[in-house]
C-alpha cells in the first residue's frame, strides 16, 4: 500500500524555494520499537543476524530510524520502579545489535527509557554516543530532552524530535516532552528553522488498538501545522491508520520490530493488564503481530514520500516481510484502517471516543495521592480539564 498525497501539498523544507536547484533526495527508514530483554538479551548481535535476507536488504537507507523502548543499564537500583511493573532494560551490548541493523539514529521518548532511572538513561546516551548512534527525545533535564537529533545526508539536513508524556522533563528534571502543548509547538517552529525535513517520532496511545485517540489525533494536526513534515508513532503494540494532514503523512503506530512479548507467558502477562483488557474488549494475539516498516523519500521542495511496507512478527518475537497469499490481507488491513480518515462518519470514531473515556478514568484510578502531592508544583490547566473529562 502506498497511500497518495491530497492534490494541494505544501513544499516542505527551509530551502523549499530553491528546490529546483536542489534536487538531491535522501532515503529514510523508520521501524518501530526495538527491545532487545529475555531471550534476546545475550547476543543482540546474532538476534539481527536472524532476520530473514530480504528484510536486512530493506534496511538499506541513508537513515534509519527506530525507537529504543529499553534503557540500557548494567544494574538497575532496587528503588527504581514498581512491583507489579516489569523493569524493561537491555545490555549495553544492545549497541552491537543496532550497528547490525544499519540504526543511525533512535527516539528515546517513550515509557521504558527511565526503567534504570536516571543513571540508566545517562548509561543510555553515554553508550549511544560510543557506537555512532546518535539520540532524541528523553535526557537528564529539559533541556537535553528537547535537543534535536539533526543528520545531514547528500546536504540535505534532517532533524529529529521525540514526544511522550510518560516523566515530563523540566529545567532540573529527567524526562521526555509532553506532544501537544504550547512549548512543544515552539520548539517544532524553531527547529524547522534550521533544517530541510522535521521528523517527529511520539509514543502514546491505547494499546492493542488499531486507531489513534482524539488526543493524539489533534496533536499530530497541530505538530503539522507548525512544521512538522513526517510523524510517526509507537507504543500500541500494533499498527495503526495512516493519514495525509496538509500533505504531510502521520503514520500514527507502525507497531513493534524487535520485541519478545509474542511467547506464550509474555503475552499471557501484558494481555492481563492491558486496558482493553480490563475494559473487557476482547482483541486477539495476531493484533500485535502486525507491524510496518515505513520506506521514505526526502526531497527538498517536495512533500515526503512514503512507502509503508507490511511486517508480522513470529512468536520469538522478530519481524519478516510477507510474502504471498501472507501479503494480501496484510496490506488490506493497512488500507481498510487508513480509509477511516477520510470518513468522519465511519463507526470506528465513535468506539474510539468510548474507549478513550474509559482509559482516562482507568488512568485516574491509578494515580495515587502520593503522586498527586509530588507534583502538585506542576499542576495546570490542562491537567484539570483532562481530569474532568475523565468523568464524561
Known amino acids: 500500500m502506498n497511500p497518495q498525497p491530497p492534490e494541494n501539498d505544501r513544499p516542505s ?64 537500583p ?82 529529529f524530535l521525540g514526544f511522550c508524556g510518560c516523566e515530563v522533563a523540566g ?17 517544532i517552529r524553531r527547529t524547522k528553522d534550521r533544517c530541510d525535513f522535521l521528523v517527529l517520532y511520539f509514543h502514546e496511545g491505547i494499546e492493542a488498538f488499531n486507531f489513534p485517540t482524539r488526543a493524539t489525533l489533534r496533536a499530530c494536526h497541530r505538530a503539522v501545522e507548525a512544521g512538522a513534515d513526517l510523524i510517526v508513532g509507537t507504543h500500541p ?26 511467547s506464550a507467558e509474555s503475552y499471557s502477562r501484558w494481555h492481563k493488564q492491558t486496558a482493553l483488557t480490563r475494559l473487557g474488549v476482547p482483541f486477539g494475539k495476531e493484533t500485535i503481530t502486525r ?39 496484510a496490506r488490506e488491513f493497512l488500507e481498510s484502517i487508513s480509509k477511516a480518515f477520510e470518513q468522519p462518519d465511519d463507526p470506528v470514531w465513535v468506539r474510539r471516543d468510548w474507549l478513550e473515556r474509559r482509559v482516562r478514568r482507568l488512568q485516574r484510578e491509578d494515580v495515587s495521592w502520593r503522586y498527586v502531592l509530588r507534583n502538585l508544583t506542576r499542576l495546570r490547566p490542562r491537567h484539570v480539564i483532562a481530569y474532568l473529562k475523565s468523568f464524561t
Open 13 to 76: 523544507g527551509r530551502l523549499a524555494a530553491r528546490g529546483a536547484d536542489r534536487p538531491t533526495s535522501v532515503s529514510l527508514v523508520v521501524v518501530g520499537d526495538l527491545v532487545f530483554t529475555g531471550p534476546f538479551a545475550g547476543d543482540p548481535a546474532g538476534t539481527v543476524d536472524r532476520l530473514p535476507p530480504d528484510l536486512r536488504a530493506a534496511l538499506d537507507g541513508d537513515i534509519v530510524l527506530a525507537n529504543l523502548e529499553c534503557a540500557l543499564a548494567e544494574a538497575v
Open 78 to 159: 532496587r528503588a527504581v520502579g514498581r512491583a507489579e511493573v516489569p523493569l524493561v532494560t537491555a545490555p549495553l551490548t544492545t549497541i552491537d545489535g543496532l550497528q547490525r541493523l544499519n540504526v543511525s539514529v533512535v527516539s528515546l521518548a517513550n515509557n521504558h527509557v527511565f526503567d534504570g532511572g536516571p543513571a540508566g538513561l545517562a548509561q543510555t546516551t553515554q553508550a549511544l554516543d560510543r557506537g555512532g548512534i546518535l539520540h532524541f527525545g528523553a535526557g537528564l533535564d529539559y533541556a537535553a530532552a528537547s535537543r534535536p537529533a539533526v543528520v545531514e545526508r547528500n546536504g540535505v539536513r534532517v532533524a
Open 171 to 187: 529545567r532540573n528534571k529527567p524526562g521526555t516532552l509532553l506532544f501537544d502543548c504550547a512549548s512543544t509547538r515552539k520548539l
Open 237 to 262: 503494540h500494533t499498527i495503526q491508520g495512516i493519514e495525509y494532514y496538509r500533505g504531510a503523512p502521520i503514520v500514527y503506530s507502525l507497531g513493534n520490530f524487535v520485541m519478545p512479548l509474542l
Open 291 to 329: 507491524a510496518l516498516l515505513l520506506k521514505c523519500v526526502l526531497t527538498p521542495g517536495r512533500p515526503v514520500e512514503i512507502q509503508p511496507r507490511p511486517l508480522v512478527l513470529d512468536e520469538s518475537g522478530l519481524p519478516r516481510l510477507p510474502a504471498g497469499d501472507e501479503a494480501r490481507p
